[in-house]
């Protein structure tokens, strides 16, 4: 008589495949494609086009998104045989907290264009899958809103660094209040980007009022525009609050001076900004190049892991995002030098097609493939996980 199937006998990705299998037997198939190109297809066939091009689309001529699969695309796995696999264990330990696995949800704005319940729907889906949240700054709903549907469960807290300091202090005291556990500031923001797709369609969802949600109930940028309803009013000091072109090393000081909280700087693409990131009170860094959004003709972020990990693995946390789409590409990551990955686009198109229960999915599927891909590899875990069980592609 075979065994059931529990987690006493079978390894995560085991069960979530089997329990596929078995629903097909009922001629049930899963919700939601399984692979991410046919995922982004059905968004593209769901999505209005204004909205699916704002999520899909990058900067130019969307060179450096095509440079990111490049990257992960050079290097291959070269997996070892008959080590003992069979218990393996994905999980990590980020800022003195142990989670279940290496994989983070990134921050994404405006996720209300996606689906009416936005990032509360991310959180709850969040919550039962046991993987951190980082909420962006630029969310529809407010970061107290979401993190109440966390409670205890981790969550991080992502800011848009902009001109107005009083609402950077207030910003991020209202996300210490509200138990975020982490402050992920993004660098590569500062000015917005040329993207092609957004300027042909004229669509910029924070004109229409969409991921204002964080500005619009805050004391010090109500104060700023005169606690009026005035939208124009709103719009110019939204425009000043997010970005800001003059900011310099120095001043991440004000950031560090108002948070007790890890702060993680975002946007890491050269060794010599990961080692000033160390240098002006940075707990880590994320190599990213905002999955190709910002900067047009820009190094695949992959192509830098390797090298700033070199440079100053020993000395900090590095995290990695830009083009974590399957098992492999985490593996790969984890052994070019990150500690823990962040995943973006996927779970948003999840969520446009199929609400909470679509991120469940996906972040279940993405679970699945990183801890088979380890077996498979010949890894218990990520200590196992190194360069030396990579090959470059000439």
């Known amino acids: 008589m075979n065994a059931p199937v529990t987690s006493t006998n079978l390894s995560q990705g085991m069960q979530r495949q089997l329990q596929i299998y078995f629903a097909g037997m009922q001629g049930i198939k899963p919700q939601l494609p399984v692979s991410y190109e046919a ?14 091009a704002y999520v899909a689309g990058s900067a130019g001529a969307e060179t450096t998104t095509h440079n990111n699969i490049a990257a992960f695309n050079k290097w291959q796995i070269v997996p070892r045989m008959l080590g003992d696999v069979s218990k ?18 990134g921050p994404v704005g405006v996720l209300s264009i996606a689906h009416p319940e936005a990032e509360v729907a991310v959180a709850r889906a969040a919550k039962a899958m046991n993987v951190p949240q980082v909420v962006s700054t630029v969310s529809s709903k407010t970061i107290e809103e979401i993190a109440a549907t966390h409670g205890d ?13 009083d609402f950077t202090r207030s910003i991020i005291q209202r996300a210490e209040k509200a138990g975020y556990s982490a402050i992920v500031v993004t660098l590569d923001t500062r000015i917005f980007a040329w993207r092609e797709r957004d300027i042909q369609n004229a669509y910029l969802p924070f ?8 500005y619009i109930s805050d004391p010090a940028f109500m104060a700023a525009v005169g606690n009026t309803e005035d939208k124009m009013k709103m719009m110019m000091e939204f425009a000043y609050c997010f970005s800001n072109a003059s900011s310099t090393w120095k001043d991440v000081e004000i950031i ?6 890890p702060v993680i700087l975002k946007g890491i693409q050269h060794p010599v900004d990961a080692k000033k990131a160390i240098d002006h009170g940075a707990d880590g860094i994320i190599v990213s190049n905002h999955g190709g959004r910002q900067l047009d003709g820009a190094v695949g972020a992959l192509d830098m892991l390797n090298t700033i990990a070199g440079a100053v693995g020993d000395k900090t946390t590095i995290l990695f995002d830009s083009g974590i789409r399957r098992g492999a590409d985490v593996f790969k990551a984890m052994a070019l030098g ?9 779970y948003v198109y999840a969520l446009a097609l ?10 279940g599927n993405l679970l699945a493939d990183i801890e088979l891909t380890l077996g498979l590899a010949g890894c218990t875990g990520w200590q196992d996980v190194t360069t030396e069980m990579l090959l470059k592609a000439e």
Do not use: D
């Open 256 to 261: 560090r001076n108002c948070t007790k909280l």
């Open 88 to 105: 393996r264990s994905m999980e990590i330990e980020l800022f003195g907290k142990k989670l279940p696995s290496p994989v983070l949800l």
């Open 39 to 52: 995922l982004e297809q059905k968004a593209r066939e769901v999505m209005k086009p204004e909205v699916f």
């Open 153 to 165: 469960h981790s969550h991080w807290f992502q800011l848009y660094w902009g001109s107005n300091n």
């Open 207 to 214: 004109l229409v009022g969409e991921g204002l949600a964080n």
């Open 354 to 363: 199929a609400g909470e229960e679509g991120v469940k999915q996906i972040i």
């Open 338 to 346: 990150a500690k823990a990955v962040l995943v973006a686009r996927p």
